[in-house]
């Protein structure tokens, strides 16, 4: 298969649309459900997919994709409702911890089908196909 700049060009802005439509779909949808935004979703999820419900700050920002600033933000907006603790470091005392409670952990489990339902009605079939063959 040849791939030409207008190939790429056009794959490309046919993947930034889904992205688009995934993303404001799960905006409105995780809202409005859940009380939740997308990356506060993402931020639940990764803790609780770790080991011991715990991410350090710092590998949680380059996770989620999201400035040092922006997490610290987020995790005060969780921690304000309940979703999230922040705890020290043993090791480093510069280090912080963001730890999921237990409201976290259901707030996330109550969430994840309208997550997946979101996903599998706005991902391309073809991508959804390449996912479950583990291409």
């Known amino acids: 298969m040849s791939v030409t700049q207008d190939s790429v060009v056009t794959a490309w802005r046919e993947m930034s649309a889904c992205h688009a439509a995934a993303c404001a779909a799960l ?49 005060d907006r969780l921690a304000r409702h309940g979703l999230v603790e922040r705890c020290g470091c043993d090791v480093d005392r510069r280090g912080v911890y963001v730890v999921l409670t237990e409201a976290g952990e259901l707030r996330h489990a109550e969430a994840v089908p309208t997550h997946r339902d979101v996903l599998a009605r706005h991902l391309p079939a073809s991508m959804l196909s390449a996912a479950s063959s583990g291409r």
């Open 27 to 75: 905006e409105r949808e995780l809202g409005e459900r859940h009380g939740l935004g997308i990356s506060d979703f993402e931020v639940l999820e990764r803790l609780a997919e770790s080991d011991g419900r715990k991410f350090r700050a710092q590998d949680l920002a380059e996770a989620v994709h999201l400035s040092q600033s922006a997490l610290s933000r987020l995790v």
